[in-house]
């Protein structure tokens, strides 16, 4: 008999994954995290078929990039995914979606953002393809905490500090899920041993070269044995409480944001200076966060210097002169608006 998964190792969104009715792609690259999804996905029996949407069952796609970076292991890391995929193929049609080779050369970190950037990318033509509503990610209860430290230690907001998303919209279609973010490395890989189950370790992750690597190997183990024995339960709570604080936020700022648009076309944005003087600096300073983002305009070099004079223009009762933000964003202000082009 086949062993069913330990739902009790799994949060909540996790087992209501059996549920789900519509298209799924799942990310597996052989490691033991994206296994353990897919391997518990296949022992909680979710309805599985072809991904030539034929029926209308909802449809599981196992997709593996291979980004040839590491010569014969990646070629040994996709082998060992198809074979994954062959063995369940008997009691399910499992498939792998489709298999990419990505040439990226640059350094180190800057690898790893390409390498990344160009997965998603691929990932999300792959749900348009086969029609799929959710892609699935493997990223677990380390990966948050790593994700916590490295963004404080490039200089992280509150929204940074909350971590990695567990639901994020990719596209209008498309939503990208992380179950796993409430377990740990260690509780994956007990399970996958207690189902005999193997799975790929990626040599590369042994590497100095990758900021997050040091992290992993070198920084955490230290905070670890020379400072607070307990680190890894302080940044998980610090990411808990800032992604409840910036829920708040986000809400009042987009409260505002809804108050203070008068009109707005492609190249020219009007706001009422009214609402941002009844709200805090904060919450104004956020207001042209989103702003930023909804417009597509750059802010790799706005930082706390230009978010506070932007709120500052915004809430002042003074009337103070145009000002050219980075990316060319000209901001003027009258007694009651704003203008951003």
């Not at 990626?202 to 020379?226: A, V």
């Not at 940044?235 to 800032?242: E, F, G, P």
């Not at 930023?292 to 802010?299: A, E, N």
């Amino acid at each position: 008999m086949t062993q069913m998964a330990d739902n009790s190792l799994l949060p909540t969104a996790y087992c209501l994954l059996p549920k789900l009715d519509e298209n799924a792609v799942v990310a597996v690259s052989g490691g033991a995290d994206s296994i353990f999804l897919a391997e518990t996905l296949y022992r909680n029996k979710l309805r599985v078929a072809s991904c030539e949407l034929r029926d209308e069952e909802s449809k599981l796609v196992i997709a593996h990039v291979n980004h040839n970076l590491r010569g014969a292991e990646s070629d040994a890391d996709e082998q060992f995914v198809r074979d994954w995929v062959e063995q369940r193929q008997k009691d399910a049609p499992w498939l792998v979606g489709r298999f990419t080779r990505l040439n990226i050369h640059t350094d180190s970190d800057g690898l790893e953002n390409a390498c990344r950037e160009a997965r998603y990318a691929w990932l999300k033509d792959v749900c348009c393809e086969v029609g799929a509503r959710y892609l699935f990610t493997a990223h677990n209860a380390d990966d948050q905490i790593e994700t916590v430290l490295f963004r404080i230690l490039r200089g992280a907001g509150l929204d940074g500090l909350a971590g990695i998303a567990p639901i994020r919209v990719l596209t209008e279609g498309v939503t990208l899920v992380r179950p796993l973010l409430g377990m740990t490395k260690k509780q994956i890989i007990e399970q996958l041993d207690a189902w005999n189950q193997p799975y790929r370790t990626d040599s590369s992750n042994l590497s100095s070269d990758f900021s997050r690597n040091k992290i992993r190997n070198e920084l955490l183990p230290l905070l670890e044995r020379e400072y607070n024995p307990n680190v890894r339960n302080s940044l998980t709570n610090l990411s808990t409480l800032a992604a409840m604080a910036s829920a708040e936020i986000d809400s009042l700022a987009d409260a505002a944001l809804r108050q203070a648009i008068v009109r707005q076309t492609g190249d020219e944005l009007i706001l009422n200076r009214q609402p941002f003087r009844s709200a805090s600096q904060y919450i104004t300073m956020e207001c042209f966060r989103k702003i930023w983002t909804q417009r597509g305009w750059t802010q790799q070099a706005m930082g706390l210097k230009q978010w506070t004079l932007l709120a500052q223009m915004a809430q002042s009762e003074e009337i103070m002169p145009p000002y050219v933000f980075p990316g060319a964003v000209r901001v003027s202000v009258t007694e009651e608006q704003m203008t951003l082009s």
